[in-house]
């Protein structure tokens, strides 16, 4: 669990109060003492954020040695309006929190309906001519980009509080677009970020043993945000999806309260620096005892403990920071995802968070990524969570904990992934949850696409206030700086976006303990060490790609060494690539019409581009991995939506049962192993009887060296065996070697696959990787 619970007092523009707001940049005490941190429910055993009942949300709180916790996740009244100050008389439909409203039932007409690319587009045209200020609601007409007239939809239920207690605080972990709250009619506050959490102090009108009415007022879309605020920008979306689509509680807790905590570990030696934020609402000066205990995850042993005396003026916070050392624990990996709770009391507030020991960062002299001090080869996909969505079939599935297990988890594992992107829009905190148990590191993107470098566009795009964003970036990081699973924060996508890595990125960055690296799409790299991505995308016809390719054959004399993105000496992730995709059903995406009309004939079936798309990208994926041009490789997309009038798609067979299309899933469990393969041959045709030298590349992903027998070998279509060859391998830990052969294509003709095949006999891989070529033996002159 992140830990990272908080209580910034929320004004009515959606930011901390202005009185905590003075400058721009902020240092990390300061950042602690004005924000605070949340923390997850989710690692307290005996609540279910699966909670859903007709009556309303958890009405069981939980005590926790001086904080008691109250789920509200359930099923919760809704209704819809235009006034922005109204609450509506009546509440005719119900919806899950967490969730999305269109699944609400009955359902609401036209929801998820707006526009926008256009949206943004109009913004644009005001910032311009000087006509939209930070802070405002823009007045445009919104029937341009929204069939909707409803500009709000209203959340409403109700739980019993328990007896007196000194605080009573309200966390919404993430609503989309923007949260106001009321509570027994009386308004509390508006936090407007649409992904990051939000905090309400309910101390002064809550009813203590006896029920009380909590309203939660969303925007129906992001035309109704105040300008400056993000709602996020995907040129690829069709639908802005409202819904309170994380976590909602309620904590209750006494005086001193400890408002945030925050944990960073540290490898050598083992040890956890922990910055604990206290504060006295009390008119007098206390004094208490701060208590600390480590216990391995799923354990009650406790294998440190910690105490300290600690004196709070009068209304004071006060941020204590501790080294605990923790000798012998064992560190966290993709390959062992060990976590640890840390527990700290007051005697009257007690919070516990989850971690893991691990330090992550990139290397610009060696281009490479290092976990836990050794360098580390990231292999994995993108999750475009809030394209799914829009997905006809999404329903509940995002908030169903065994579905998610599964697709963070086991299919992972299957295709020897270790990484993923979140890409364009953020997950509820479950997925980080389950991907720090997975072993997942996950580079963490910000809704943010502005588009390349372009006339005009770079010096007229100010659709981002600068203070705004930084709020924004300090909540994201006080929301997950306690994940594990967490290794990079992606600042934007494929953006020109200059005051990212100038301004923003700078004021946050000491916030994170951690010292995580920071990714930042087209612009300079913040850090000295921060990676670049990279977007190679071979196959997109676009009259201004450089690097377009009209079929694999042209691969085998590149080198690997093809960029889109920004120049740099700095480690490099590939997190995009192929411009292939297909639908579930096999159609092309309106991306890639053009292209397969050019790939296969007309006469090609869906199954056809199912088996084509699989083996081509399989085949990018192993020249991508051989050249090691690249830290990280991840393919794009692994989780998307897939429709008619879609741009991508995932290469899911069925997604409700997460059965992965059988072509993309045999040829990428290949392609991504950690002993990887590629044959540099490409041809479609060849001579029969002719000889040529082929080129075996492999490489090891593992530390430990390997060896064992590469064989190259051509079978007819049936799989009968024509010729082959074989040779010893040997790699070192992390290594690479091009092994090549005198090959002689056998007299038959006819259709054939060539194929490498690695066999290891010692190290710690010991599963063959087969890499493919078709090919077929031509007779005559």
């Known amino acids: 669990m992140a830990l990272c619970w908080g209580t910034g007092s929320v004004a009515n523009n959606g930011s901390l109060s202005s009185s905590n707001r003075k400058g721009s940049t902020m240092d990390r005490r300061k950042f602690l003492l004005l924000m605070g941190s949340g923390i997850s429910q989710k690692y307290l055993p005996h609540l279910s954020i699966r909670t859903s009942t007709e009556s309303g949300a958890s009405s069981v709180p939980h005590e926790t040695g001086g904080r008691t916790i109250l789920s509200l996740n359930g099923t919760w009244e809704i209704d819809d309006s235009v006034s922005a100050d109204v609450i509506p008389s009546s509440f005719s439909h119900k919806v899950d929190v967490p969730g999305l409203i269109h699944s609400s039932t009955p359902p609401f007409p036209d929801v998820d309906e707006f526009d ?15 006509h939209l200020h930070v802070g405002e609601i823009p007045t445009i007409d919104l029937s341009r980009f929204t069939v909707q007239e409803r500009r709000y939809f209203w959340y409403r239920t109700t739980f019993v509080a328990p007896s007196t207690r000194q605080l009573a605080r309200l966390r919404v972990n993430k609503a989309q677009f923007g949260a106001a709250v009321w509570l027994n009619s009386s308004k509390i506050g508006e936090h407007y970020a649409c992904f990051t959490a939000g905090h309400f102090d309910l101390s002064e009108r809550i009813r203590w043993s006896a029920e009380n009415e909590l309203v939660v007022r969303i925007g129906a879309h992001p035309g109704v945000l105040p300008y400056g605020v993000i709602g996020g920008i995907d040129w690829e979306k069709k639908a802005w999806t409202p819904g309170i689509y994380d976590e909602v509680s309620v904590y209750f807790n006494d005086n001193p309260a400890i408002e945030s905590v925050q944990i960073a570990p540290r490898i050598s030696p083992l040890e956890i620096l922990v910055q604990t934020r206290v504060r006295n609402y009390r008119p007098e000066p206390l004094q208490a005892v701060l208590n600390f205990a480590v216990r391995p995850n799923n354990s009650a042993q406790v294998i440190q403990r910690f105490a300290r005396q600690i004196s709070l003026e009068a209304g004071a916070e006060k941020v204590f920071d501790e080294k605990i050392p923790l000798p012998g624990a064992r560190l966290w990996s993709p ?9 700290v009391s007051t005697g009257t507030d007690h919070v516990t968070a989850r971690f893991g020991i691990r330090e992550f960062r990139f290397d610009t002299p060696t281009q490479r990524a290092y976990l836990n001090g050794q360098p580390y080869f990231l292999r994995g996909s993108n999750v475009t969570l809030h394209r799914f969505f829009e997905d006809p079939v999404s329903g509940r599935l995002p908030w169903d904990e065994m579905w998610v297990r599964e697709l963070l988890t086991n299919i992972p594992k299957r295709l020897n992934w270790n990484c993923f992107r979140f890409c364009i829009g953020p997950v509820p905190d479950q997925w980080l949850d389950i991907a720090d148990e997975a072993g997942l590191l996950i580079q963490y993107e910000y809704p ?5 470098r ?6 007229t795009f100010k659709v981002y206030d600068e203070k705004q964003l930084t709020l924004e970036f300090s909540e994201w990081i006080r929301d997950h700086c306690n994940h594990p699973s967490v290794a990079i924060w992606d600042a934007s996508n494929e953006s020109w976006f200059p005051d990212l890595s100038a301004k923003i990125i700078p004021a946050v960055r000491a916030l994170d303990l951690s010292e995580r690296p920071w990714e930042n799409s087209y612009n300079p790299p913040a850090g000295p060490d921060d990676p670049v991505e990279q977007h190679p995308y071979l196959f997109d016809p676009s009259p201004g790609n450089k690097i377009h390719i009209e079929s694999m054959e042209d691969l085998e004399f590149r080198g690997g060494a093809d960029r889109a993105g920004l120049p740099t000496s700095h480690a490099l992730i590939l997190n995009e690539y192929g411009w292939l995709w297909v639908n579930r059903d096999g159609s092309p995406t309106t991306l890639t019409k053009k292209i397969w009309e050019k790939i296969l004939p007309a006469s090609a079936t869906p199954e056809d581009r199912l088996e084509e798309y699989a083996y081509l990208i399989a085949g990018l994926t192993e020249y991508w991995r051989a050249y090691r041009h690249f830290a990280a490789v991840m393919h794009f997309v692994f989780l998307s939506y897939s429709k008619p009038d879609g741009a991508t798609s995932d290469s899911f067979q069925d997604v409700k049962g997460l059965k992965l299309e059988p072509h993309f899933e045999e040829y990428m469990i290949n392609a991504f192993r950690p002993i990887g393969v590629y044959i540099n041959f490409w041809r479609p045709t060849v001579q029969a009887g002719s000889a040529r030298e082929l080129e075996v590349m492999m490489i090891n ?33 992390f290594g690479q070697q091009t092994y090549c052969f005198d090959f002689r294509f056998p007299q ?21 990787t087969v890499s493919r070529r078709r090919v077929e033996l031509m007779g005559g002159a």
């Not at 943010?448 to 390349?452: R, S, Y």
């Not at 060896?707 to 799989?719: A, F, V």
């Not at 038959?748 to 063959?768: D, F, Q, R």
């Open 116 to 130: 926008g690319g256009a949206w943004i587009r109009e913004l644009r045209q005001n910032e311009i001519e000087e």
């Open 335 to 343: 390959e062992d995802p060990q976590l640890y709770h840390l527990e």
């Open 448 to 452: 943010i696409w502005t588009g390349p």
């Open 454 to 459: 372009s006339a005009g566009v770079a010096e």
């Open 701 to 733: 992903d593992h530390a430990d060296p390997t060896s064992g027998m590469i064989s190259i070998l051509l079978e007819d279509e049936g799989g009968r065996q024509l010729t082959k060859m074989e040779a010893p391998f040997a790699l070192s830990g």
């Open 748 to 768: 038959s003709v006819g259709k054939c696959w060539l194929k490498a095949i690695a066999n290891p006999s010692s190290g710690k891989e010991k599963t063959m």
